[in-house]
């Protein structure tokens, strides 16, 4: 991808990117999706430019599509980063040389970005982390233990988490993240590490049935010794349509 | 301010706008700034350009201040629009004319631009709308009566509308739309003026006052013949305290 942007930038928006947090969630960790390169220490989002001829939306499905392998994933615009000094430093001598960008167009790279960020939420299972290159390391790696992260990746990061945590009160959500079936302890846990604290019981089970967006199962989930939960899947139509209309649960 | 763009365009970030639904609420009606210039018949938002040495927020806040003559206005970044044809029709004969862009110039403004969508609520009473030139016409407009709007204007303003209406459930609102003093109706005409919906009165002052926020104060409201209502402050320090941490009421 990158390659292909060195030798005709003309067909790309100047001063624009795309940056995506990828989030997945396994073992009752909220894990993302990170880059590293050989010539550097810190890690970084997955990202990418934006052809002239292609919506933003398309780019970024374009960056999550070749990092993850998988389609039709969930993908939500968050916010728009743009301070001015953000990545005045980053494509110093080093990284020049590493990405074997000419001189002549040493320009357009060192020019001010702004970055638009998307976030996802994906089947860890299901997702096959890709590398640009083989020299290059991609890792999910647990939201609470992040490496320090290149230009303003980690407020990137934040500001995409405070949305994910924001929008559970707007939205369901569960649906790319937990498998096809699975019991209410799962979902709450899900909740719970998104929100990075301990929700009621009871409470959580009477909220998430309210919102009407599970079907109950007529199975019970197995290896447990006894007191096997239910399983339950998501109504998708149901699911579906909440997310269109958004939970209203305030006003 | 578009003088400036046209004698010296490298001095602005290429193919990025700022464009703001500036919301006032005044007589139970929520409306939107919006201009005309003398050669269309579509409205638009006002927006700008962003001077490649100011940060994106920066751009902003000084659109707002050009065209309200406010100050330390309540704005929020919400979305970024970027479909690849939105302005590709706009800078026609006509208007490249109007705005006397010399021919050297028009390749620059007939650029594809992504914009970065910002709102802000601000106190109607308070706010002085200022033309960008004699010719200009600049007018609050109900939301509910919007005129035809250039490019993809419509779908930003739809957009921020979703927002606020959204954010209702995760933040306090009215500080920057009621006067000083108000009763508790006034406040809850203003969230089902939003809203688009007739809310309980019991359901409405109970949550209202479980936020915290309100102080009573030892006034009634004058010119009422009889049962006059209480009068009502925002607590300005636990306003911004939960309009930093949220409502949190979800989960």
């Known amino acids: 991808m990158l390659q292909g942007v060195i030798e005709n930038n003309a067909n790309y928006q100047p001063g624009l990117s795309i940056d995506c947090v990828i989030f997945g969630f396994h073992h009752n960790q909220l894990k993302v999706l990170l880059l590293k390169t050989p010539f550097e220490s810190k890690w970084s989002l997955p ?3 934006v052809p002239i001829d292609e919506d933003i939306d398309t780019a970024a499905v374009t960056v999550l599509n070749v990092r993850t392998g998988m389609e039709g994933i969930f993908l939500r615009q968050f916010a728009t980063f743009g301070k001015v000094k953000r990545n005045d430093k980053h494509f110093n001598d080093t990284v020049l040389d590493y990405l074997k960008i000419p001189q002549q167009e040493v320009k357009w790279f060192t020019q001010r970005f702004i970055t638009i960020g998307y976030y996802a939420l994906v089947d860890f299972l299901k997702a096959v982390p890709q590398k640009g290159n083989h020299q290059e390391i991609i890792e999910w790696i647990d939201h ?5 992260l290149i230009l303003d990746h980690k407020e990137i990061l934040d500001k995409a988490l405070e949305t994910l945590r924001a929008e559970l009160n707007l939205m ?6 937990l498998p096809e079936k699975f019991t ?6 899900l909740y719970e590490t998104i929100l990075d604290r301990k929700l009621d019981r009871r409470n959580f089970l009477r909220k998430i049935t309210n919102i009407g967006i599970l079907n109950k199962l007529d199975e019970k989930k197995s290896n447990v010794a006894h007191k096997a939960p239910n399983l339950y899947t998501f109504d998708k139509e149901k699911y579906q349509e909440v997310l269109k209309n958004g939970l209203n649960q305030g006003w």
Chains 1, 2 share one sequence.
């Open 144 to 148: 609470k233990e992040m490496p320090e």
């Open 172 to 177: 369901p959500i569960g649906y790319n993240l």
């Open 47 to 49: 990202g990418g430019f």
């Open 184 to 189: 209410i302890p799962e979902l709450q846990k």
